[in-house]
């Protein structure tokens, strides 16, 4: 989905998001608040530069609008694989990004995630995985990696990772399996403003990744291993 039209659908015509090239980001009125959106589009690698941009939006919104909520739209191919952003430090500016965001949830920002295209590797971790909750459209694209390259890192064979990702959502890409370990809280369909309403009304307070991948089946152990350390 383009970004435009999933705008126009969340907030009508109520907002004044735009696009800097690859760099989402406005204010919208929602529910009679004000909201702050930021994200990418046209499946933007994330590099020095746009993690920077991303981040100094969030920190404007922390100075300038205390607690205000903050949806972030997600379109991503991934880090940009580039060796001008590797030595520029790119881990730095997009473990910056992550931090940002973290510190807005710590100061009474509602940060909700929305994946509506695609989401890979870094350039998600960084952004939709730090929100207080993460949700994608059913049409989305979500994978760290694919089966061939995952063959080659993990030196199985794709045929039995093909085998394994039908039975178990970690090998597989996919938003269902996504849901079904935890990292998306849920798919929006039909109503998007009641989605996002709802979503903003029950944004948990506590990471509960773990705990629903724990009850969907797609992540069994991880709760209760996080809780063993924590008792330790």
Request: net charge neutral.
């Amino acid at each position: 989905m383009d970004w435009q039209p999933l705008v126009t659908a969340l907030f009508g015509s109520d907002h004044t998001v735009h696009a800097d090239e690859d760099f989402l980001h406005g204010q919208a009125r929602f529910n009679g608040q004000a909201l702050t959106v930021i994200g990418t589009t046209n499946h933007a690698p994330i590099g020095v530069a746009l993690a920077l941009a991303q981040a100094g939006a969030v920190l404007h919104t922390l100075r300038e609008r205390p607690g205000q909520a903050i949806l972030l739209l997600i379109d991503t191919q991934g880090q940009q694989l580039r060796r001008r952003d590797e030595l520029l430090g790119i881990h730095r500016a997009m473990a910056h990004l992550g931090c940002c965001i973290d510190i807005a949830r710590r100061r009474g920002h509602c940060v909700i995630g929305l994946i509506y295209d695609q989401a890979l590797s870094g350039g998600f971790i960084t952004s939709g995985l730090i929100a207080d909750a993460c949700y994608a459209l059913p049409e989305a694209e979500i994978r760290v990696m694919r089966l061939p390259a995952m063959a080659r890192v993990t030196k199985l064979a794709e045929e039995r990772l093909a085998e394994l990702s039908r039975s178990n959502p970690v090998f597989a890409p996919g938003v269902e399996n996504y849901v079904a370990m935890g990292g998306v809280k849920s798919l929006w369909r039909g109503d998007l403003q009641a989605a996002l309403r709802d979503a903003l009304a029950n944004a948990p307070t506590s990471d509960e990744r773990a705990t629903d991948g724990a009850v969907r089946g797609g992540r069994k152990l991880a709760a209760d291993v996080t809780a063993r350390v924590l008792a330790a």
